[in-house]
């Protein structure tokens, strides 16, 4: 863990092992509660939430670690063409900021972390990138990578959970929170309670929602009474991750719009990711109907008719 984390961090230090520049073990003291640094990594899930997150923590660490730049689909390489998107108007904003600090919540190995860090390092700004992630063994693949890309100076990876931040109030320029972590919290509204105070005011948010209904669920619950009666029933379904049922949550337009309003944010920009074109995490290539899809799910993605019907939203807000 690099020192200069420390002044994001809103913690004191009870014991450390230190090399170089670099705490390499070490016991924090956060807001009554002890966190541990283990070769250079900060775990910062307080034991009560670790309890809980156990097994959605164990299945985030058996998967596979997506490569850097590389993907096998053209299904995952789309939806990062599509987050892109959203990625490139926060890093817009944020080349109006001096010495932006961006968190990245649910970063996994960090592809979101090294595009805005590259793109602000191109500019030639000061800047500071933290991502955040329940599972520790994309972090340690994201840790290496740091260091090949000469970015060890503006970028450090964290161990934790969306509903308990370990980071001082209004440290941040700027929060993501893309590919899904507040569909897997287990309490939305305490994620944005803490995404909010650790933002600085007018500090941006980048986040993802699973459409509760989307154009493709619209189109089952035609086709499928089955499917009708269960989906409409209940807000929260599962998905397979790992072989473990991991509690998801589906958000509609109105959830996404009041929850953003009782923690004082407002809605800047709407993008639609899949909207058009299915998403198939089991199949890796695209068939010529579904490239043409893909170009009109990428061209039509803030059309104001088809913004909310997308697999995904992407909602770019901005806090009071």
């Not at 660490?61 to 063409?81: Q, Y």
């Not at 209004?170 to 929170?177: I, K, M, R």
């Not at 996404?256 to 923690?263: G, H, P, Q």
Request: hydrophobic share 45%; proline share 3%; aromatic share 10%.
């Amino acid at each position: 863990m690099k020192r200069w984390l420390l002044e994001l961090l809103d913690c004191a230090i009870v014991k450390s092992r230190e090399c170089g520049d670099e705490i390499w073990g070490a016991v924090l003291e956060c807001r009554g509660t002890r966190l541990g640094v283990s070769r250079g990594i900060l775990s910062a899930i307080p034991r009560h939430l670790y309890r809980i997150y156990k097994r959605i923590k164990s299945a985030y660490e058996s998967l596979p670690v997506a490569p850097w730049r590389a993907t096998a689909s053209e299904f995952i390489r789309h939806m990062r063409i599509m987050h892109a998107v959203g990625l490139e108007e926060l890093v817009r904003r944020l080349t109006k900021v001096e010495e932006p600090r961006v968190l990245a919540l649910g970063c996994g190995w960090g592809f979101e972390v090294f595009y805005i860090a590259l793109r602000l390092r191109e500019m030639c700004q000061d800047f500071k990138v933290v991502g955040l992630d329940i599972a520790r063994k994309p972090v340690s693949v994201a840790r290496r990578l740091v260091e090949r890309l000469r970015l060890s100076d503006h970028v450090e990876f964290v161990v934790g959970v969306t509903e308990w931040l370990p980071f001082r109030s209004a440290s941040f320029h700027a929060v993501t929170a893309i590919y899904g972590p507040l569909d897997h919290t287990l309490d939305p509204s305490q994620a944005f309670r803490e995404i909010s105070r650790v933002l600085k005011p007018r500090g941006l948010l980048l986040a993802t929602f699973l459409n509760r209904l989307s154009s493709h669920t619209v189109m089952w619950i035609v086709r499928s009474r089955r499917f009708r009666r269960k989906f409409l029933r209940q807000a929260e379904s599962f998905v397979s991750v790992a072989g473990q049922r991991v509690r998801t949550k589906f958000w509609t337009r109105s959830e996404i719009i009041t929850l953003a309003r009782a923690f004082r944010f407002k809605i800047a920009r709407v993008w639609s990711l899949f909207s058009m074109l299915q998403l198939k995490f089991k199949q890796t290539n695209m068939t010529s109907i579904e490239r043409l899809l893909a170009r009109l799910d990428y061209g039509l993605s803030s059309a104001p008719v088809i913004r909310w019907l997308g697999r995904y939203i992407m909602v770019l807000m901005e806090k009071d």
